[in-house]
């Protein structure tokens, strides 16, 4: 099941946090949501080489579990090219202000 963020679609996953290990480590870009009975909330969004490695180890996941009364869930979309996905990471950003990372 594919989910859509900002006109960006993410195909592996969702996934629920505590399976982050299914993703791929590859380059790319993901996000993390907290679903509720409210809805789905943006809550990060990041790239990196190793999208795996990078979300299990993350230095937010405080700031995650902080920012989310529901489960929180991970999705990523891969792509090798570092600018595209620094650019994909801006604009999900600008348009979705999520409340951890770079603002």
């Known amino acids: 099941m594919a989910i859509n963020i900002a006109g960006i679609t993410f195909e592996d996953g969702p996934y629920p946090i505590a399976q982050a290990g299914k993703l791929k480590n590859a380059p790319g870009v993901y996000v ?10 943006l809550i990060d969004v990041g790239q990196s080489d190793k999208v795996r490695d ?4 993350h230095d ?16 990523a979309i891969y792509i090798s090219d570092k600018q595209q996905r620094e650019d994909i990471e801006k604009k999900i950003r600008e348009q979705r202000t999520p409340p951890c990372g770079e603002r």
């Open 32 to 41: 993390i949501r907290c679903r509720s009975s409210s809805g789905n909330t």
């Open 54 to 57: 990078r979300v299990m180890n």
């Open 60 to 75: 937010r996941r405080e700031c995650w579990g902080k920012n989310c009364k529901g489960e929180l869930e991970v999705a």
